[in-house]
Nanobody
Framework: QVQLVESGGGLVQPGGSLRLSCAAS????????MGWYRQAPGKQRELVAG???????NYKDSVKGRFTISRDNAKNTVYLQMNSLKPEDTAVYYC????????WGQGTQVTVSS
């Protein structure tokens, strides 16, 4: 059983930056593919960025060039660096770990507003 705890969300002005962290416990972190998802009010949850166990990354088109996903297997943590934030990035951001099964964190709120 893998437990995931996100942190780093908050209120930021347009153009600002945030770094989200997702700390994992209870499993062998390095074998899991990891992803950051988000869900805005009234919308479906969507993939923002993913990183495989081998380090290959992929991004939603609208965040390419602004967001960077990374992982530190020694710290059992995956990060999402978010720059040039826009109001449309406002959502609850969730971390997911996937191997044979998938595990979700509880989410962290990101609000981009002036």
């Amino acid at each position: 059983q893998v437990q995931l705890v996100e942190s780093g969300g908050g209120l930021v002005q347009p153009g600002g930056s945030l770094r989200l962290s997702c700390a994992a416990s209870g499993g062998i972190f390095r074998i899991y593919d990891m992803g950051w998802y988000r869900q805005a009010p009234g919308k479906q949850r969507e993939l923002v960025a993913g990183i495989t166990s081998g380090g290959r990354t992929n991004y939603k088109d609208s965040v390419k060039g602004r967001f960077t996903i990374s992982r530190d297997n020694a710290k059992n943590t995956v990060y999402l660096q978010m720059n040039s934030l826009k109001p449309e990035d406002t959502a609850v951001y969730y971390c997911k770990a996937q191997n044979r099964y998938e595990y979700w964190g509880q989410g962290t709120q990101v609000t981009v507003s002036s």
